[in-house]
């Protein structure tokens, strides 16, 4: 649950992991019955939304009670040690972020 409008991690890969991961879903779901908002996911070149964020999708609007996909099986990003995935809502309370990732070493 994205309970603030600035960055939040989403999946992080911290420096010495010794790791790669692929990220192979990512869904954005607006909870909100009735107020469309949104929605910005970013790539971060540091662990933990740190560094500078490249948007992967920017300022989405999302329709009240709707999921969006922003990341299928066909545009899957590989996160490399010292990256992240993060997410910016216009609105606090409703977007609910999930992703699926595998491990890789």
Do not use: H, M
Request: net charge negative; glycine share 4%.
């Amino acid at each position: 649950n994205l309970t603030t409008t600035s960055a939040t991690s989403v999946i992080s890969n911290a420096a010495s992991s010794n790791k790669v991961l692929k990220v192979n879903v990512l869904n954005v779901a607006n909870t909100s019955s009735t107020n469309s908002a949104d929605i910005t996911i970013a790539w971060y070149n540091g662990a933990a939304v740190s560094g500078t964020g490249f948007p992967i999708v920017s300022a989405v609007t999302i329709p009240a009670k709707t999921t969006l996909t922003v990341i299928d099986k066909g545009t899957q990003y590989y996160l490399e040690e010292n990256t992240s995935i993060g997410a910016t809502a216009s609105v606090a309370n409703y977007f609910i972020v999930t992703a699926s990732y595998e491990e890789i070493s």
